[in-house]
Antibody
Framework: QVHLQQWGAGLLKPSETLSLTCAVY????????WSWIRQPPGKGLEWIGE???????NYNPSLKSRVTLSVDTSKDQFSLKVSSVTAADTALYYC???????????WGQGTQVTVSS | QSVLTQPPSVSGAPGQRVTISCTGS?????????VHWYQQLPGTVPKLIIY???NRPSGVPDRFSGSKSVTSASLVITGLQAEDEADYYC??????????FGTGTTVTVL
């Protein structure tokens, strides 16, 4: 059974860089694409981007200029960086496993990121 | 950016049937991409309940069913139960290379 465990800083100031990491346990890291999704307070879901074990990435065009995804296959981990954050980046961030454009359960537990001066 | 449109809310009494629509366009659902559905119970992580338009992952009750038409899709809950009270999101893929989520629908059990 696959399990995704995520972590990262939860409180940031405007203009700082958001950094989150997701570790994958119990599954084949190389068989999937690995996604990040976010959910602002009281709002819907927004896909941020995905990466595979080779480092091939796809990004949401609306965030592409500020987002960097990376992967560490030695640890079965993948990471998200969002630069120059503003209050609009305040959200619950999730990591998830993707295949055939489906985001399979279970997702990571979620990390609340708040941007405030 | 493309949008998948859902009704903000639907409601029904226990045992009733409710339908949630998901309307897309020719650049996503109409381009042949499948539709998937996620259930988000209050305060929890979204969970996949329908994939590939009509398929249920193991453990999802058969009262949940999905269908797809040309540029739209539907999630039907037959025999609504109190534990089905949640937010539901459809999701597809777009020709711009984007996973696209629906606007979300809150299901209320009366």
């Amino acid at each position: 059974q696959v399990h995704l465990q995520q972590w990262g800083a939860g409180l940031l100031k405007p203009s700082e860089t958001l950094s989150l990491t997701c570790a994958v346990y119990g599954g084949s890291f190389s068989d999937f694409y690995w996604s990040w999704i976010r959910q602002p307070p009281g709002k819907g879901l927004e896909w941020i981007g995905e990466i595979n074990h080779r480092g091939t990435t796809n990004y949401n065009p609306s965030l592409k200029s500020r987002v960097t995804l990376s992967v560490d296959t030695s640890k079965d981990q993948f990471s998200l960086k969002v630069s120059s954050v503003t209050a609009a980046d305040t959200a619950l961030y999730y990591c998830a496993r993707g295949h055939s454009h489906i985001l399979w359960s279970p997702w990571g537990q979620g990390t609340q990121v708040t941007v405030s001066s | 950016q493309s949008v998948l449109t859902q009704p903000p809310s639907v409601s029904g009494a226990p045992g009733q049937r409710v339908t949630i629509s998901c309307t897309g366009s020719n650049s996503n659902i109409g381009a042949g991409y499948d539709v998937h559905w996620y259930q988000q119970l209050p305060g929890t992580v979204p969970k996949l309940i329908i994939y590939g338009n009509t398929n249920r992952p193991s453990g999802v009750p058969d009262r949940f069913s999905g269908s797809k038409s040309v540029t739209s899709a539907s999630l039907v809950i037959t025999g609504l139960q109190a534990e089905d009270e949640a937010d539901y999101y459809c999701q597809s893929y777009d020709t711009s290379g984007l996973y696209l989520f629906g606007t979300g629908t809150t299901v209320t059990v009366l």
